[in-house]
Nanobody, 123 residues
Framework: QLQLAESGGGSVQAGESLRLSCAAS????????MAWFRQNSGKEREFLAA????????SYADSVKGRFTISKDNVTNVVYLQMNKLKPEDTAVYYC????????????????WGQGTQVTVSS
């Protein structure tokens, strides 16, 4: 069974950067798009960014466009989320995800989630 594992979360000050990583194991996500989401308690899971399996055609939510960058290492098949100029409102649990369709636009397109990694940004 495919499993996704995020790493790289932590606590930072506003304006600083973090890079999240997502590694797949136990199955095959080959050919499937990959994405990052986040969720705060009491809120719906929010789409942040997505990328094709080959690492192309990135897409972003308006809330993170220009600050976050999604990328994929096609040798290790690790997906990254580089987060710059972090704000306190970026505080959330961040999830890696994949789905069986051609693209990921929202949570309905996802069939496998990672366990999440906490990002806390203080002012």
């Amino acid at each position: 069974q495919l499993q996704l594992a995020e790493s790289g979360g932590g606590s930072v000050q506003a304006g600083e950067s973090l890079r999240l990583s997502c590694a797949a194991s136990g199955g095959s996500a080959g050919g499937n798009p990959m994405a990052w989401f986040r969720q705060n308690s009491g809120k719906e899971r929010e789409f942040l960014a997505a990328i094709t399996w080959t690492g192309g055609d990135p897409s972003y939510a308006d809330s993170v466009k220009g600050r976050f960058t999604i990328s994929k290492d096609n040798v290790t098949n690790v997906v990254y989320l580089q987060m710059n100029k972090l704000k306190p409102e970026d505080t959330a649990v961040y999830y890696c995800a994949t789905g069986g369709g051609f693209r990921i636009y929202d949570a309905y397109d996802v069939d496998t989630w990672g366990q999440g990694t906490q990002v806390t940004v203080s002012s």
